[in-house]
């Protein structure tokens, strides 16, 4: 019988975790890479999730629509926390925010960046599926909307909730928010056209300069949950 395309991408991920393990690690990386996972994001954070409260709790980044390029301070767990690019890039197809706020536990942290088709013609628009992994509670928004949410705290696993989306032409924002309790926040997120399989004509940049024009989106993009188990 055929296999799905979302179980042969799966499949392809373990094999790149098997050339990590055998320590292949370059190899592994452009395995990685072929996939779709968004390497590179705008982070912020820590913000308080005792009692894993966060999840539900519409912090300052969730509902402020300037974005990443403003700089104005939220207020964070312990301090005031501004929007910055993240150091480190998502080789393995996952990013630890335990690298990149303080403290890391029981935090929630949000990630920001922007998907296009540069192919994709003015006024035009596609189907296309995000693939979601974390390691503690997720959820997240396309161009404003929540499509993804899952508040079982668990180990990360590629692409168990899954949401099919609307690509405008232009850029479109990801939003994700991530919350751990005793660890730090993992999360990943992979692009695929609307079967799940990798879509190289899809980009992502975390750079703020395109949050102006995926703002204008929030009212125009309708999206269809599709959970995938």
Same mark, same amino acid.
């Given at each position: 019988?055929?296999?799905?395309?979302?179980?042969?991408?799966?499949?392809?991920?373990?094999?790149?975790?098997?050339?990590?393990?055998?320590?292949?690690?370059?190899?592994?990386?452009a395995?990685?890479?072929?996939?779709?996972?968004? *390497? =590179?994001?705008?982070?912020?954070?820590?913000?308080?999730?005792? !009692?894993? /409260? #966060?999840?539900? @709790?519409? $912090?300052?980044?969730?509902?402020?629509?300037d974005?990443?390029?403003?700089?104005?301070?939220?207020?964070?767990?312990?301090?005031?926390?501004?929007?910055?690019l993240?150091?480190?890039?998502?080789?393995?197809?996952?990013?630890?925010?335990?690298?990149?706020?303080?403290?890391?536990?029981?935090?929630?942290?949000?990630?920001?960046t922007?998907?296009?088709?540069?192919?994709? *013609? =003015?006024?035009?628009?596609?189907?296309?599926?995000?693939?979601? !992994?974390? /390691? #503690?509670?997720? @959820?997240v $928004?396309?161009?404003?909307?929540?499509?993804?949410?899952?508040?079982?705290?668990?180990?990360?696993?590629?692409?168990?909730?899954?949401?099919?989306?609307?690509?405008?032409?232009?850029?479109?924002?990801?939003?994700?928010?991530?919350?751990?309790?005793?660890?730090?926040?993992?999360?990943?997120?992979?692009?695929?056209?609307?079967?799940?399989?990798?879509?190289?004509?899809?980009?992502?940049?975390?750079?703020?300069?395109?949050?102006a024009?995926?703002?204008?989106?929030?009212?125009?993009?309708?999206?269809?949950?599709?959970?995938?188990?």
């Amino acid at each position: 019988p055929q296999v799905a395309v979302p179980l042969r991408t799966y499949a392809s991920l373990l094999e790149a975790y098997g050339r990590r393990r055998r320590g292949d690690i370059d190899g592994a990386k452009a395995r990685v890479k072929k996939l779709g996972f968004i *390497g =590179k994001w705008q982070v912020v954070g820590p913000f308080d999730n005792e !009692g894993k /409260a #966060g999840l539900d @709790r519409p $912090f300052e980044p969730e509902v402020d629509a300037d974005g990443p390029g403003s700089q104005k301070p939220f207020d964070g767990k312990e301090r005031p926390v501004r929007w910055r690019l993240s150091p480190t890039s998502a080789d393995f197809g996952w990013t630890d925010l335990g690298s990149v706020v303080r403290p890391a536990e029981k935090t929630c942290a949000y990630a920001a960046t922007y998907v296009r088709d540069a192919k994709l *013609g =003015k006024g035009g628009s596609r189907p296309i599926s995000l693939w979601v !992994g974390a /390691a #503690g509670a997720i @959820r997240v $928004f396309w161009n404003g909307k929540e499509v993804v949410r899952d508040p079982k705290y668990r180990s990360l696993d590629d692409g168990r909730p899954a949401a099919n989306v609307v690509l405008e032409s232009g850029w479109n924002r990801v939003l994700v928010k991530a919350c751990g309790d005793e660890d730090a926040p993992l999360f990943s997120v992979r692009l695929a056209d609307d079967k799940g399989a990798p879509d190289p004509k899809l980009e992502s940049s975390p750079d703020p300069a395109h949050h102006a024009e995926a703002q204008a989106k929030l009212d125009e993009t309708v999206v269809k949950l599709a959970p995938y188990q």
